[in-house]
């Protein structure tokens, strides 16, 4: 499927390009980092990105609505990612999820959550966790772990709207194959979700919830979602918590019972008062919710990233030595902010980024240079954790006519402890924003992208 540049754009660096202008992306002597500084010569075709919005997976007119509502949602360029990160960020995703696993983990953690989350001790675990890393120079640090990751449906698109622009390219580009084994494992993650619940017979109806769906940022992938779902015989509406009613042992939109939730809302707890009738729902196990408060709480609250990086509370555990080693090396040391500590966190602040323990895509979260005295004085009167900083990666890009640098981190979406999809995010700034132009997601090329995700 053509999605790429056919020919490749001179590039300034001999180890990026072949003579003759073509990627020795797959040559030794081709770092990652090296083609995400010199290499320009592929880029998202917009005609092809268009075709996979509004036909393949979409619906006529969604591309206009992404080009109208978000224009910076996809990034012209891929990120170049080597093997050996690809699947050690695998590696860690295992390691986290082996020590939730653990019984006294999930009694230390679900003991001081609020009740919500210890509703539904078994069943669902939880759709499109998303683990995000920094990569800068083969330093790899997970920043943070979102139990309601979005972009995924964004990312299949994207790929469908790929090829290879030279030979050199051929092993890192996903193929059309690779992207519809994505979208078929989607909807698979949504029935095993219904099976774990225990329920008997088909998944038939889904509510993608979220709150003023409308009017989100990522609206147009909640259309993807509903189309995906059609494609697969399920009927999919998109709603906000307020138009659902608990009646008679169901969940209800309108005259439509709703089987399974894909929730998509930041009331992560469901404590506002229009989410009574989820609420109430989940409370009674009468509708499938996924991701749930529980996951949440096990999960992304961001105060498990100090223990993650902490080698005494993981002994303490019983975690095995070497899923220890593996978290020591990739979670940057955290600590949860006592004020106690505020003259000696100030005098670190440039080493460190300070993040609300509820956060969610950067809100709140500040980098330590970049902190005035009344922010500091802010957040110490909140609820925060202070994050050894890791650099983002760098990738130089061609924006609005010339080579500029862009970060960028990585997402690996996953479920059950599996990598399901790897997507990167560029950005300026302080956090990804989608507000840069040039930047937003980007695909991740990698010759070990699908070993990797298989191993």
Not at 70 to 98: G, I, T
Not at 101 to 109: F, H, I, K, T
Not at 244 to 271: K, M, P
Not at 345 to 362: D, E, H, I, M, Q
């Amino acid at each position: 499927m053509h999605g790429l540049q056919d020919t490749c754009c001179a590039a300034d660096s001999a180890t990026a390009v072949k003579p003759g202008g073509t990627c020795q992306a797959g040559g030794a002597d081709a770092s990652a980092d090296a083609l995400n500084q010199d290499c320009f010569c592929v880029q998202v075709d917009p005609a092809a990105l268009a075709r996979a919005l509004d036909s393949e997976l979409g619906q006529p007119g969604l591309h206009a609505l992404v080009r109208e509502r978000c224009p910076f949602l996809f990034a012209a360029q891929p990120v170049f990612v080597a093997p050996a990160h690809v699947q050690r960020m695998a590696e860690v995703v295992r390691a986290v999820e082996s020590v939730v696993a653990l019984p006294a983990y999930r009694e230390q953690v679900l003991a001081a959550a609020p009740q919500i989350a210890r509703v539904g001790a078994a069943g669902p675990r939880g759709v499109f966790f998303g683990y995000d890393f920094h990569l800068d120079h083969g330093h790899l640090g997970l920043i943070e772990i979102n139990t309601n990751a979005g972009g995924a449906m964004l990312n299949a698109a994207l790929a469908r709207a790929q090829r290879a622009c030279c030979t050199a390219m051929e092993g890192l580009v996903p193929s059309l194959a690779d992207v519809t084994a994505f979208e078929q494992a989607i909807v698979a993650m949504f029935r095993e979700e219904w099976r774990l619940a225990g329920r008997r017979g088909p998944l038939a109806t889904v509510a993608i919830v979220d709150e003023a769906p409308g009017e989100q940022y990522l609206f147009p992938e909640f259309l993807l979602f509903q189309q995906l779902f059609a494609h697969h015989g399920i009927r999919a509406v998109i709603a906000a918590p307020q138009a659902l009613q608990w009646r008679a042992g169901r969940l209800w939109h309108e005259d439509l019972a709703i089987d399974l939730v894909y929730n998509r809302l930041t009331d992560f707890y469901l404590e506002q008062a229009h989410a009574g009738a989820l609420r109430e729902a989940h409370a009674c196990d009468g509708v499938v919710l996924t991701p749930h408060p529980q996951a949440h709480a096990l999960y992304a609250d961001k105060r498990h990233l100090a223990l993650f990086s902490n080698a005494a509370r993981l002994q303490a555990l019983g975690v095995p030595a070497a899923t220890q080693e593996t978290l020591l090396a990739h979670v940057p040391h955290t600590e949860v902010l006592d004020p106690a500590h505020a003259d000696r966190l100030w005098s670190a602040r440039r080493s460190l980024f300070f993040k609300p323990v509820a956060g969610y895509g950067g809100r709140a979260a500040y980098r330590g240079d970049k902190l005035t005295r009344r922010v500091w004085q802010e957040i110490l009167q909140g609820d925060y954790v202070a994050q050894a900083l890791v650099a983002p990666g760098q990738r130089m890009v061609e924006a609005q006519g010339s080579p500029q640098a862009m970060k960028f981190d990585l997402r690996a979406y996953s479920y059950a402890g599996a990598v399901q999809w790897l997507a990167a995010r560029l950005y300026q700034g302080q956090t990804t924003n989608f507000r840069t132009p040039g930047g937003g997601f980007a695909p991740v090329y990698s010759s070990g992208f699908h070993a990797g995700l298989r191993a």
